[in-house]
């Protein structure tokens, strides 16, 4: 039987990493919200300016809790730019190594064909690394998004490991 402590670990980073963003808007929101409270609760005794300068308090407090959790996973366009750039490249070297293999096989030279082969090796090497370097500009980016993708492999393979055993 496979030990849990990794995943637990794993589950504990997560939800730090989900949780220590979302602070500080938190705070704000709960912030406004009870400066909202307490301006409805004095609102009979206390005078209209008063009760405007709270209403105003919690307003600010309500939105700058909104713009920081608007700022929560986006994106930084460069680290977006420089992973389409990489997936680009891995298209082009892909499509190249593809028109390569087709010449090989259309040609009569088996010694060509091979020598093709190998080349082709090399580019899809070349590909497979400029992959993981991609899945690791998405994973400065967003890393909950690549995790989740991960778990949810993982337990695919279990499922698929489970039916053959039980085939």
Same mark, same amino acid.
């Given at each position: 039987? /496979? ?7 794993? /589950?504990?980073? $997560? ?12 705070? %704000?929101? +709960? %912030? @406004? ?11 009979? &005794? ?6 405007? +300068?709270?209403?105003?308090? =919690?307003? $600010?407090?309500? $939105? +700058? ?17 420089? =992973? ?6 891995? @298209? ?11 010449? =090989?096989?259309?040609? =009569?030279? &088996?010694? &060509? ?6 080349? +082709?090796?090399? &580019? ?44």
């Amino acid at each position: 039987m /496979r030990s849990d402590p990794p995943i637990k670990r794993s /589950r504990w980073k $997560v939800a730090y990493r989900w949780t220590s963003p979302r602070f500080v808007p938190t705070l %704000l929101v +709960l %912030l @406004g919200a009870g400066t909202a409270l307490l301006s409805v609760s004095l609102s009979p &005794q206390s005078p209209p300016a008063l009760s405007a +300068l709270l209403q105003v308090l =919690a307003t $600010v407090f309500d $939105v +700058l809790g909104g713009i920081g959790f608007a700022r929560i996973g986006k994106a930084d366009p460069s680290h977006a730019r420089s =992973a389409v750039r990489r997936l680009y490249t891995v @298209g082009v070297s892909l499509v190249v190594a593809s028109d390569s293999l087709k010449e =090989a096989l259309e040609s =009569a030279d &088996q010694r &060509q064909a091979i020598q093709r082969g190998y080349v +082709l090796v090399s &580019q899809i090497e070349t590909a497979h690394e400029h992959l993981l370097n991609a899945i690791q500009d998405w994973e400065d980016v967003h890393p909950e998004a690549l995790s989740e993708v991960r778990r949810g492999r993982r337990m695919a393979e279990e499922v698929r490991e489970g039916i053959t055993r039980n085939d």
